[in-house]
């Protein structure tokens, strides 16, 4: 079975705080993705990677970077945290393009981030 | 970008059925998605529809695709309390990504 691991489940920072959510996959995709899910919002994607060192921005990438320096590992990173960048934040991977014999994305439990 | 919606709660008794629904405004996607996330929990791809189906049964699970409408429905049979969740459909964004709805939270009363 995939297994997409977050390091964190539950995390409080400071406003202005620099976050670091971790993820870590062990099937050897080649994609990883970090979405964020908020309530009545469903999940919208802030960025994704298809290869080591290589990202594309998702819909909602402002106030986030990334990092994969690693293929089994991508990292979001909140630069200077606020209060509208409370949610909870999941890490996902998938191999190859999506809906190619029915490719499609695990994800992490999730993390869930209050900033106060 | 694509717009998926879906309504966002559903109540249904123990032993009924509950219909799920998702429309969507871009049709290149090969393939659309079901994925069914519990409290606390990542989601879990729960089934999928190639695009050049018109239905998908497995098991409980019946997925309806009406392409002209582009409407996508997720139907469970006999629905149980462990079947309480919220309900996201998925469709392709771009080649990598999936974009998903709102989600609908399906909530079953004994």
């Known amino acids: 079975d995939v297994k997409v691991t977050q390091s964190s489940r539950y995390l409080v920072k400071r406003t202005g705080e620099k976050v670091f959510l971790e993820c870590v996959q062990d099937?050897?995709?080649?994609?990883m993705f970090w979405y964020r899910q908020d309530p009545g919002l469903g999940l919208r994607l802030i960025y994704f990677?298809?290869?080591?060192?290589?990202?594309e921005k998702g819909d909602i990438p402002e106030g986030y970077s990334v990092s994969r320096e690693k293929k089994e590992r991508f990292s979001l990173i909140l630069e200077s945290a606020s209060t509208n960048q409370t949610s909870m934040y999941l890490c996902?991977?998938?191999?190859?393009?999506?809906?190619?014999?029915?490719?499609?994305?695990?994800f992490g439990e999730g993390s869930w981030l209050t900033v106060v | 970008g694509e717009d998926v919606e879906q309504s966002l709660f559903l109540s249904v008794r123990e032993g009924d059925s509950s219909v799920i629904n998702c429309t969507y405004t871009?049709?290149?996607?090969?393939?659309l998605y079901w994925y069914k996330q519990e409290p606390g929990a990542g989601l879990q791809l729960l089934t999928y529809i190639f695009s050049n189906m018109d239905m998908k049964q497995d098991q409980r699970l019946t997925v309806l695709l009406n392409k002209k409408d582009k409407h996508l429905s997720l139907r469970i049979a006999d629905t149980q309390t462990g079947d309480s969740a919220i309900y996201f459909c998925?469709?392709?964004?771009?080649?990598?990504?999936?974009?998903f709805g709102s989600g609908t939270r399906l909530q079953v009363q004994p």
């Open positions: 871009d049709s290149s996607s090969t393939y």
């Open positions: 990677s298809y290869d080591v060192k290589m990202k």
């Open positions: 998925a469709l392709k964004r771009g080649r990598r990504a999936l974009t």
């Open positions: 099937m050897d995709h080649e994609n």
């Open positions: 996902a991977s998938s191999l190859g393009l999506v809906g190619t014999k029915g490719n499609t994305i695990y």
